[in-house]
């Protein structure tokens, strides 16, 4: 009896021990980690804020507190003015015809046909090259002189405008270059979330007699509307943060007529050398992707509910 | 028989008709959906056709009127050049060997947290899980000038260590954490408890138990950060100063850059720098498509 008693609180003993011993090694399973992330990534962001109420640049290495100085001067400049609207119209531009063209895609290749995966690889495959490539490769097809399109324009005789050196025509083109390299990308989002979609729905309402158009309209669209959202998130979070094709693309020009924020941040803190100031401008677009974010978490609980 | 006495009545007659007008209907549909695919291929194949078909013309065709649409003599000599007069080798080790050391860490450490994070009970669990969680929304953009700041202070930004460090603890870490605790969550709980009734420690279980069972999650994780590192832009672009010490997108941004630069060469440098990845991408394109289409599902 006595026996089996110990047995059992040193079986408790045990057990407590391992949660312990458990529990340390959680800790040191996260530790590299988290101390890393810290230091890397929290910190910076502390970092950027302090900076951002200060002078500090290259020069100034023992920077002064200057309160809201940089932040009342990003009221006045006229190209952080620009800036913003130049990545609106970005964004403006990029979030209609990305969700359009990637659903009717998305609707045709969802289902299976002989060649569909190759299909799917073509749309994909400027998902795998980087913007760098990306955007050369356009800066070359859409030159005035001896670019491929206004070459081709030129066989019909007509004569093609001066693409990236329209100020007019340089965000419009970036929207272009930026949308075919992320079509495959939200295609196959699409796809998986069209596929989940019960099928019992369609047969249903195909009993009923709706149309295609009528299926896609009351059924796959409600059913995917979380899918839609976060793409619709992504996209504008991605969009926000735009630099390698502008800066391989028009390289912000002509003049200041697509710099977009990160390729403004990326003046001011790496031509100019004015970390104080960049860090105000850092700090503008940090709040914006922070809400954004939020949103989503929040609108996303919202459609777990509707889901069930 | 059974037909022929269908076909004998009217109504069926009109049944027919309709059948065949639905037939054609799917027909053209058909034909139709391939139309609309093949221009939709073209419209995104052709820009990497004519960057390879570029890549091997002579400087002569490469300006030519109407445009050569196939090279005419084959010519290598750009590639030789790339290779000779610029350290465009040089680039491609660079980037192979960060993008190799970037991915190995993040599945070391995010496995090893994520495991933690799913599995193991200790104080603090979930608000140091979110901590994580939101350093998925911090982009490098956010946090580069103190980053920069605080290596050049140390000497050490012109160093291939910041490309390294930079990705593991930062986007690329946060979003492997996060991954692998979700897959990590579906493991019964039973297989780790009856490990431990066997005696079995927790980094034997993670390594013996947890990480066979990973291998799909971990594939996934290895495609996305290596291509992430692989494509890395900005961060190269502040830190890096010595033309020794380049990536394969700052050469190549810097090759199209240059005064009077040549696009044959530009061409086959960006060639050069995208084949590696298609040729991976298309040996096992559905993984990658998952793989990438989930990074997006992240948050």
């Not at chain 1, 995966?117 to 859409?142: D, E, M, Q």
């Not at chain 2, 946090?143 to 202070?153: D, F, K």
């Not at chain 2, 927790?202 to 290895?222: D, E, G, N, R, W």
Request: include cysteine; glycine fraction near 6%.
């Amino acid at each position: 009896m006595t026996g089996n008693n110990g047995n059992k609180t040193s079986l408790l003993k045990n057990h407590r021990n391992i949660e312990y011993l458990d529990a340390k090694w959680g800790y040191a399973f996260i530790m590299p980690m988290l101390i890393g992330f810290i230091i890397i990534t929290i910190a910076p962001v502390i970092a950027t804020f302090a900076f951002s109420f200060t002078d500090r640049s290259l020069m100034k290495v023992h920077a002064n507190f200057t309160g809201l100085q940089n932040y009342k001067q990003l009221i006045g400049d006229k190209v952080f003015r620009n800036t913003m609207l130049q990545t609106l119209e970005f964004t403006v531009l990029l979030i209609p015809s990305n969700l359009i063209l990637t659903l009717a895609l998305a609707v045709l290749l969802k289902e299976k046909f002989k060649g569909c995966g190759f299909f799917r690889t073509a749309v994909f495959t400027p998902v795998v090259t980087s913007v760098v490539v990306w955007g050369v490769l356009w800066r070359y097809i859409f030159q005035t002189e001896n670019g491929l399109i206004n070459t081709i324009l030129k066989m019909f005789n007509v004569q093609g405008p001066q693409w990236l050196m329209n100020i007019r025509l340089a965000i419009p083109i970036a929207v272009f270059v930026t949308l075919i390299k992320g079509l495959g990308m939200n295609m196959i989002i699409f796809i998986g979330a069209m596929l989940d979609v019960p099928q019992d729905y369609y047969e249903a309402a195909s009993l009923d007699g709706a149309t295609k158009w009528q299926q896609f309209l009351y059924i796959t669209l409600p059913c995917i509307t979380p899918s839609i959202f976060l793409v619709v998130i992504m996209t504008t979070i991605g969009s926000l943060k735009v630099f390698g094709q502008v800066k391989n693309l028009s390289n912000g020009g002509p003049g200041t007529s697509s710099y977009v924020m990160v390729f403004y941040i990326y003046q001011l803190a790496f031509k100019n050398y004015d970390f104080g100031y960049a860090s105000a401008v850092s700090v503008m677009l940090f709040l914006m992707i922070v809400l954004l974010t939020i949103i989503q978490w929040k609108l996303r609980k919202n459609w777990v509910y509707y889901e069930d | 028989m059974k037909t022929e006495e269908k076909n004998n009545i009217p109504a069926a007659d009109g049944f027919n008709i309709q059948n065949e007008n639905a037939r054609k209907r799917k027909i053209f549909l058909k034909a139709l959906k391939y139309i609309v695919c093949i221009i939709v291929s073209v419209i995104m194949l052709f820009p990497m056709y004519w960057m390879l078909t570029t890549s091997f013309k002579t400087p002569m065709n490469v300006a030519k009127f109407p445009p050569q649409w196939w090279p005419n003599p084959w010519t290598l000599a750009n590639y030789t050049e790339i290779f000779y007069k610029h350290p465009f080798s040089k680039y491609l080790w660079n980037s192979l060997y960060i993008a190799a050391l970037v991915t190995l860490g993040v599945v070391v450490f995010s496995s090893l947290a994520g495991y933690a994070f799913a599995k193991i009970k200790f104080k603090g669990n979930n608000v140091l899980f979110m901590i994580i969680l939101c350093g998925m929304m911090m982009p490098i953009e956010v946090t580069i000038i103190p980053i920069y700041i605080a290596l050049s202070g140390m000497q050490l930004a012109d160093r291939h260590i910041g490309l390294i460090i930079c990705p593991i603890f930062g986007y690329c870490g946060a979003f492997g954490t996060f991954l692998m605790r979700q897959f990590f969550m579906t493991v019964p709980d039973e297989l780790i408890q009856s490990a431990k009734i066997d005696g079995a420690t927790q980094p034997k279980i993670f390594v013996h138990i947890i990480l066979p069972m990973a291998v799909s999650s971990i594939a996934t994780l290895i495609i996305f950060t290596f291509l992430q590192s692989w494509n890395d832009y900005l961060l190269p672009l502040v830190l890096l100063s010595s033309s020794d010490k380049y990536t394969l997108p700052i050469g190549l941004s810097l090759l199209s850059n240059e005064d009077g630069m040549k696009w044959e060469l530009v061409m086959a440098a960006a060639t050069f720098s995208t084949l590696p990845i298609l040729v991976v991408f298309y040996l096992c394109q559905n993984k990658f498509m998952a793989s990438l289409s989930m990074s997006g599902l992240k948050g």
